[in-house]
């Protein structure tokens, strides 16, 4: 989902834990209120308009190399010994969950990257010149552009520095604007110390009034077109602090407010609507083979999504068909993660709608359908009630760290599957899809060529590791980054694709990411290239 700025106006609560191996009941539950088109409880699926900007909401004693949400008010518990996986179990399977969750957005529907990425930098960008006076330069856009886009960068906004961090929390490489900082630089700035706000950003609070945590597909764009505003300010106003920020949300709220689907407002919605195949990929028939598979051995299904429920029927009737709704039990649409998961039902109802319009709030949530809204407490509640389980073991598959991966590991204890691109970039892998797409429907950019994001940037290198120059004549060391530690720490396991795994049996055993195997032991097929010892380094610079 597009720009989910949580709501940090209340702390989260933990959710019950999901927990031991079995399967999932079928019957009465498996077909029971699925809602009708246009009736009371059908979908919601625009991308969710931007809730303000605010501050995170604590800051941690300060603990080098933590990587825990900082304690709220009250300190959470830590979550009961459930359905997760153990620090002590050495593999996974989808056989011993009785729940199958997906995200949507780049975890079920995948987009033609390159096209999508200029769509959503000039819906902003377009907004930034026409509404609120910015340099019409920034419409324009080279060829190789988006090599600056690499997920895992922390905007530092005030200074207009974009930072990439190793997992203690010193900086790794940084730019002012799109221009790289030197090691020198580097040193003079941030000095060989954990970066002031990594206690909160390792936190998993990723956007506060100081900086912005860009974390997947949906942010990127946004990264590249903030750092060329800060070129623009350089070279116009010679600007030392920047306050730029504010009108880069209202362009976020603009283009993807609740109504703007249905209204046509900005440019994201209109295009894709009109051009669906220019940006997104159909699912191959083995994944849709792979979701039958699941309900046929008595899964039960969940879409859980913070697009609205009109662009989810958008994108699920295009990438799965017109009967997608039959892949699964219940869909849950604008969930507004993260907090779906940390929110208690009194914060966040469930929602039944009508015509794509939220109605009344639920007290609970008694049967499958399509929902909006909504919090894990009361969905794994019923999850109880369709498996006849007091502790149905769950599994989420999602591509973003911070709204899916992280909070249904801490807060719900759920097995959790990492929807990782950067497997193929980091081997080099361009998939068949991309490479055999017709011109006819590739677009009008296609002539400029724009970088596949998770290709390896030049300009910050390995999403997983990077050289440390050394100090004083030292010999310069390997390190992890701060987003390759996050994904061994809080994912079961971490895959390039729903397509890699879909031809594997149900009971397949993975090995799992555990704090008693090695760093690279989750990644299926295999270990990104710049994990492995010995490797050429070729990758980081």
Known sequence: MFFEFERLDTPPAILPAPAPPSRARQGLYRRCGRPRRGGAERAEGVPAGPAPLCPARLRRKRRPRSFLLPPLSPPPPPPA????????????????????????????????????ARLIYDSFAQYLVTEKGYDEDLLTLAPDSLDFCCKGLVLDIEEGNFLKLAEDGTVLRASHGTKSMTFEEILEIYGRKEWKHFNTVSGMVSRTAKYYLYDNYFDLPGALLCARVVDSLDQHDGQKKYDFWKDMVAAIQHNYKISAFKENCGMYF?????????????????????????????????????????????LCEHVLGNDFEEYFDILITNALKPGFFSHTPNQRPFRTLENDEEQEALLSLDKPGWYSQGNAIQLYDLLKKMTGKLDPKVVYFGDSMH??????????NWETVFILEELLGDKGIVPAKAESEPLEKKGKYEGDQLKVPYFVSKQWGSFFVDRLPGLENAE???????????????????????????????????TRFSSNSSATAGYYPSPPRALLPNEDSVMMK
């Open 476 to 510: 310069e060391t390997l390190v992890h980054t701060w987003s390759c530690k996050c994904i061994s720490t809080y994912s079961t396991i971490a895959i390039p694709s729903l397509e890699a795994i879909a031809d594997l049996p149900l009971d397949y055993r993975f």
């Open 270 to 314: 209109p295009e894709v609507k009109n051009h669906p195949d220019k940006y997104l990929q159909r699912c191959p028939e083995s994944v849709k083979k792979w979701l039958k598979q699941l309900k046929n051995a008595g899964k039960i299904l969940l879409l859980i999504t913070s697009s609205h429920s009109d662009y989810c029927r958008l």
């Open 403 to 412: 709204s899916d991966i992280f909070p249904a590991h801490h807060y719900s």
């Open 81 to 116: 010994c459930g359905g997760g996986g153990s620090a002590m179990q050495q593999h996974f399977s989808l056989a011993e969950c009785d729940v199958v969750g997906f995200d949507l957005d780049h975890t079920l529907c995948r987009y033609h990257l390159p096209q999508s």
